[in-house]
């Protein structure tokens, strides 16, 4: 299982940011265009995650290089809505693997079949793109989608939406309270108008501050904001003053990222005069951040996710996108059971977006999944270890042994005695339980891409950007 190449370069600290494993890079297209119905057969349903993805923006950050594209004209939002439709109606067939779905689900929690395992969803979150890119009357619809076509009670499950300063308007943050939203994120970046031009996402700090007040208005339970380090001109008191702008609303939780300049992204055409010098940049303000955010009473659930002590728990924190039993709708999302994780095909170009997005909408037949990755024993292995190791709290060792039957020392020895060479792991944790130091915990960006097999390695490479 060991892969001794990825072990012989010294880490960068910021390599990639792992937030699903294998990334949709190493997914091609399934030849064999498996059918949903046999996919689903055999997985467990009864505490589903349900994520809904929209492919609209207002602008494209310059760092984004997420599935997304800029407006939506000629009613295309409509018509990627009724797409979806289609798609919840489909796939809540498959789920019940008899064919009786008819979409006349109450939201009780069925699915609105009648056959099959019992379905049940036990989060469900809106993502993107910007969901509230949508207007009052779209996302009044998209809940419909998620509650009668899924069987999706969003008043009974955390509900989490994504959201921007200049869409969430008062009268779409109504929607989403009155429909069970339990947590609202806005990406704000920065506080400093400078820095927010200098990473290609124009605002002023005036409509940000007013933003963040209609949410507390809407009584919301959990408001999360995003914060990034390592823009340029940025300073340990520019820094700081975001810091504090944000911490004045005392949100339930703060993500600080690192910038990243990725390829095909505005910034990724940008050349940084010296990759060490930023890298130290950025791991100076991560450090600064995370002990600011300590000092006031805020708890480090992963590198990048800090919660106050008390506030709701939304479901697997950092790393839900992870978690096997996931049902993603819409071009960009995925879908996971615990052999196959699938979606439709990925770009960050603008132009294969749009054509990806229009060939979404004219898409009658969901049945079957078209692109995606196997996860066998040894990625699944990988994927555990991942997504348990980058969480502050770190992975209990029995827990592995349970469920794989074997201990992470006998599965990934050379990784485990680097990364306790570098540091990484704490070694006051005890023999029953692997975790991170707060080392380890700066550089998960490194120590997440060595844990990646070679297969997932090499199919990542061989990926054409488009």
Known sequence: MTDTTAMTTAPRPYESYVYAYPHKTAYRPLADRPGLSGLWAGERKDALSLYLHIPFCEVRCGFCNLFTRIGAPDELTTRYLDALDRQAT????????????????????????????????????????????????????????????????LRAVPLSVETSPSTATADRLSVLADRGATRLSIGVQSFVEEEAKAAVRPQRRSDVEAALGRIRDARIPVLNIDLIYGIDGQTPRSWRLSLDAALAWRPEELYLYPLYARPLTPLGRRAHASEADWDAQRLDLYRRGRDHLLAQGYEQVSMRMFRLPGAPREGADDYACQ?????????????????????????????????????????????????????????????????????????????????????????????LERFADLGWLDTAAGPGLLRLSPEGLAHSDALGPALFSPAVRAAMASYELK
């Open 90 to 153: 489909a796939v809540a067939d498959a789920l019940h693997g008899d064919g009786s779905g008819d979409g006349s689900g109450d939201g009780s929690g069925d699915g609105g079949g009648d056959g099959g395992d019992a379905v049940r969803f036990a989060a469900a979150a809106f993502g993107g793109g910007t969901p509230t890119f949508l207007t009052a009357g779209e996302l009044e619809r998209l809940c419909d989608i998620a509650e009668k076509r899924m069987g999706a009670d």
């Open 323 to 415: 978690t096997d039993g996931m049902i993603g709708l819409g071009c960009g999302a995925r879908s996971y059971t615990s052999d196959l994780h699938y979606s439709f095909d990925y770009a960050v170009g603008m132009r294969e977006i749009r054509n990806i997005i229009d060939t979404y909408t004219t898409t009658e037949d969901f049945s079957r999944a078209e692109v995606g990755r196997a996860v066998d024993a040894d990625e699944a292995r990988r994927r555990h270890l991942l997504q348990s190791l980058l969480q502050a709290e770190g992975m209990a060792v029995d827990d592995y042994r349970t469920r794989f039957g074997s201990r992470p020392g006998d599965d990934f020895p050379v990784e």
